[in-house]
């Protein structure tokens, strides 16, 4: 069992509103994602990190930021919501060159 | 580019009936070929992977066989039950390549399964 943590798990908020998703795990491993999927459809990944202070983009062109202070920390922020945002965000991990990525439980965001 | 192609997109059975989902990769130096399970609601969960060193995996009902020459890997749930029911994603990456630290998976499209009590 992966202990990785996602805040909120459901979000309704109005346009134009900043909003940070937040991610944590305690497995202490040095990469994490966020991936972006609409219910029950292909996962397309929007940000990912080796490690602190280490962060890139992923396949799927975002309006979000995230940032990678602490190890265990991934959170995505974005600056002015828009009912295009409007999604499922995954967050995931793992640790060396493994390969295994474990998955958080999911925030829903819905923009109003 | 990468591209993992998933087979069918749903798939409906009886219970207790056996289930098979395949899946095409187009990197022939993809090494690590996991299978998650995603109940609505919830994040994916790992249900089983394969390495490029073996053929075929099995835990209790659920088996993945891999064919590394013609780059296909498949599921095989058998026995099924109305708990199985669930969109299942195959994935495949380069785990452990020196090039760079990022193990990158690649999803198939999903396979939405239903099993009928």
């Known amino acids: 069992e992966a202990d990785i943590y996602q805040t909120p798990r459901y979000l309704v908020i109005g346009t134009g509103k900043k909003i940070t998703l937040e991610c944590s795990q305690t497995?202490?491993?040095?990469?994490m994602y966020w991936y972006q999927q609409d219910p029950g459809m292909e996962l397309h990944l929007i940000h990912y990190s080796y490690g602190v202070n280490s962060t890139e983009k992923g396949d799927l062109s975002s309006e979000s930021t995230v940032s990678r202070i602490r190890t265990e920390h991934f959170p995505l922020t974005l600056e002015s919501a828009r009912p295009s945002h409007t999604s499922q965000y995954l967050c995931?991990?793992?640790?060396?060159?493994?390969?295994?990525?474990?998955f958080g439980p999911g925030t829903r965001l819905t923009v109003l | 580019g990468e591209n993992v192609e998933q087979h069918p997109s749903t798939l409906s059975v009886q219970e207790g009936d056996s289930a098979v989902i395949k899946c095409t990769y187009s990197?022939?130096?993809?090494?690590?070929f996991p299978w998650y399970k995603q109940e609505l609601g919830k994040g994916p969960q790992l249900i089983i992977d394969i390495r490029s060193n073996v053929g075929e995996k099995k835990d209790q009902r659920i088996a993945v066989t891999l064919n590394k020459t013609a780059k296909h890997f498949s599921l095989h749930i058998t026995e099924t039950q109305p708990e199985d029911s669930a969109v299942y994603f195959c994935?495949?990456?380069?785990?452990?390549?020196?090039?760079?630290?990022?193990?990158?998976?690649?999803f198939g499209a999903g396979t939405r399964l239903a099993v009928h009590p």
């Open positions: 995931a991990s793992s640790e060396g060159r493994g390969g295994t990525q474990y």
């Open positions: 994935a495949a990456s380069k785990a452990g390549v020196p090039s760079g630290g990022y193990n990158k998976l690649i």
């Open positions: 497995m202490g491993h040095d990469k």
């Open positions: 990197d022939s130096a993809s090494n690590y």
